[in-house]
Structures are given as structure tokens and as C-alpha cells.
């Protein structure tokens, strides 16, 4: 059964709207833009994989686990983790097209596109043993040997794997089940209970990635973001307030919430918390009262008061 049921990056949209706020010109746009791609992809193949695992049976108990982040050695972060009574699985999932070749030495993947064009990218292979390593480590302290093994999961035929070398296991999507009807179940090392004990400590050990705020994760001045509220009918920047709602000088579009979007934006990407000053600034206001009654009017936690007051989302809101 499903533990940890998949979930999209909830970094992926502030991760979007940062990149709306660069300049086209932004030496870091192109860069940015690449990791947002890379990220959406390793997202839609990790979905594939867990819509598959979803209809999963086994005539034993599991759990399932989409996107771990647990803290052992170093953090680790696992892109789908199944958990049963005789072994423990750890898929690394590539969602990377092309013909796909795991080179040794150097460990590198390098793709060749049918244009002929070739790509290297970091192999998924020493992270993956590392992972299983620690994992091995952390179990062999309990004194539970229990086999624990790694799996590189391409789930699109769009990826074609050449011949390798490599000792890891490599599965297409389709593979992925009779694979683990093979692995052996002859010794049992959790009863049902125990198995339900370490499914719990996986969920409370995990810790949800906090890339915030953004700015300061990819290292971006703030001179570089810019300030505004967008327009959601032409997605240019700088509505105008007018009486109670918003007007886009572009597209003469309007908006009654627009400053939501925007401060939700400056929240994830510029600080955690925000000002009156600041606000009345990021959303291009002439008035600070009007900047303070947007933020009275926004769910958000108030910290401090009178003039040092600033305002942050509540908690567990990602
Ligand atoms: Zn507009």
C-alpha cells in the first residue's frame, strides 16, 4: 500500500514564477530555466512509476514511499522507496530520452540524441550505492540484516538503454513488477507489526526539502527580481491599483486578488517575511495604507507590532 503518496516539488511553481521575474537578459535565466525542465521531467517520470506501483500486489505486506528525504550519514533524498518484510528497494528514476549509455570510467550517462547530438550528465550509480549503503549501515546498527537494494528506473520507452557495463540493476517501467516478484522472500525480517513501526519512523523521519527563499538557494541579487504584480490575462507584469482591484495598462485585463499571487511570490522567493514597506515596494503601491489593508486582509501570521511589524505565511504551508 501507498505510504507516502506522490507530490508534486511544491518548489516547482515558486521555482516558475521566480524565472518570470528575471530580465530575458538574466545570465542566470538560462540556467534556471534548465533546472526547472529538469525537474518537471524527473517529477512526470516519478509519477509514472508510482501510478504504476499504485496497482502493485504482492502476496505480502509493503509500503510504498514517493519521495523520501531522510537525514542518516548525509541527507538523502529517494525518489521512490518500497519497504516489505524480506527486502527494501530503492528506485532512482530517470526521465531522460535519447539513447542512454552508463559509462564506468569515468561514471558518467551520457545520451545521444537521434540528431546525434550527446549529452553527459552525473551517473545515477555511486549516489544510488551510496544510498543503499547507508541505509545497510543504519539497519546493521539494529542488528537487521535485512537486503536492501537499488534499482534505476527509466520509465518512458522514449529512453533507450545501449548495452553498459554497469553491476546495477536497470529497469524499464514495465519491468519493475516481475522484477520484484523474483527477489527472494525466504527470510523474514519484520513481522507485520514491525513492518508497520518502520513505515511510521520513515514518515516521521522525513524532512520536506526547504529551498526557501528562493533567491538565496540559486544566489540572485535581489536587484534582479522584479517588482510588480502579473497580469494572468496577457502574463505581463505591472497591474495598476485602481479603487479595489487591479488593472493591467497592457491588456486593460483586471484582477480583484492579484497582490495575493504576488506576495505569496515575494514570500518563497525574496524572504520569509515581508514588511509593510516592503510590500507597498514589491507590489508597486503609491499608499501604505493601502499596503497595510492587503496585508491585514491576507491570511498570513503577523510577527512583531507597530512599526516592526512583518508578516510571513503560516506555518505548514508550503
Ligand atoms: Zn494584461
Known sequence: MIAKPYSTPHY?????????????TNSKRQDLE???MRIKAGDLGEKVVMDSLEQLQLPYNFYIFHNLNLLIESR?????????????????????????????????????LQDGEVHAFNSPEPQLQEYVHQLIRFFDEYGIH????????????????????TNSTILLRNEIKPFLRKIPTNIEYFTTKELAYW???????????????????????????????FCRDCGKIG??????????????????????????????????????????????????????????????KKVGSYKNAKYTLPENRH
Open 12 to 24: 516547482l511553481d515558486a521555482l516558475f514564477r521566480l524565472i518570470q521575474r528575471l530580465s530575458l
Open 34 to 36: 534548465n533546472e526547472y
Open 76 to 112: 538523502i533524498q529517494i525518489d521512490v522507496f518500497l519497504l516489505t518484510p524480506y527486502y527494501m528497494i530503492i528506485f532512482e528514476v530517470k526521465n531522460i530520452k535519447g539513447a542512454i549509455e552508463l559509462r564506468q570510467n569515468p561514471r558518467q550517462l551520457v545520451r545521444t
Open 146 to 165: 535485512i537486503p536492501i537494494y537499488g534499482a534505476i528506473v527509466f520509465p518512458f520507452s522514449s529512453s533507450f538503454i545501449k548495452q553498459t557495463s
Open 199 to 229: 513505515k511510521n519512523f520513515f514518515i516521521r523521519k522525513h524532512k520536506e526539502f526547504d529551498p526557501y527563499p528562493l533567491m538565496k538557494h540559486y544566489n540572485i541579487p535581489r536587484v534582479n527580481i522584479m517588482n510588480g504584480v
Open 239 to 300: 497591474m495598476q491599483r485602481i479603487a479595489y482591484y487591479w488593472f493591467c495598462p497592457h491588456c486593460h485585463g483586471k484582477s480583484s486578488n492579484g497582490h495575493e499571487t504576488a506576495i505569496y511570490e515575494y514570500l518563497k522567493i525574496i524572504n520569509s517575511y515581508i514588511t509593510n514597506a516592503e510590500c507597498r515596494d514589491f507590489l508597486r503601491l503609491k499608499d501604505i495604507n493601502k499596503s497595510y489593508r492587503i496585508l491585514k486582509s491576507m491570511n498570513l
